[in-house]
């Protein structure tokens, strides 16, 4: 039996980000940790191994999180970005109705609950 593919993925910064989106994500999605930094290396790995799927870069906003997200405008720049408005500051602590409209207009579906 092979597995299956899912054709999204959604880039964080911490495992605390990941249970945030995996708690309001309906729909299955990998969710790729890079713990608030990625080498240059594993970056182009990444890019090998995803290039022909959707990718989302969901970061935190705040300084770590935009030199994140910088680093993947530049060696990936088919992922699109989605963003945690800047008064939450952290994809973990923004409540799970704004992670979830901020999914939902990248067309990932979330649990209603959330809308």
Do not use: W
């Amino acid at each position: 039996m092979s597995a299956i593919e899912v054709e999204k993925v959604i880039i964080v910064e911490g495992t605390s980000d990941k249970r945030k989106v995996l708690n309001v994500v309906n729909e299955p999605v990998e969710i790729i940790c890079t713990n608030g930094t990625i080498s240059l290396t594993r970056l182009d790995e990444m890019v090998d191994e995803l290039f022909s799927r959707d990718v989302y870069v969901l970061v935190d906003s705040d300084d770590s999180g935009d030199r994140l997200r910088k680093q993947f405008k530049r060696e990936f720049p088919e992922a699109a970005h989605l963003f945690i408005d800047k008064m939450y500051r952290e994809v973990a602590t923004a409540p799970d109705q704004h992670v979830a409209a901020v999914l939902l207009s990248a067309n990932i579906d979330v649990h209603a609950k959330f809308l």
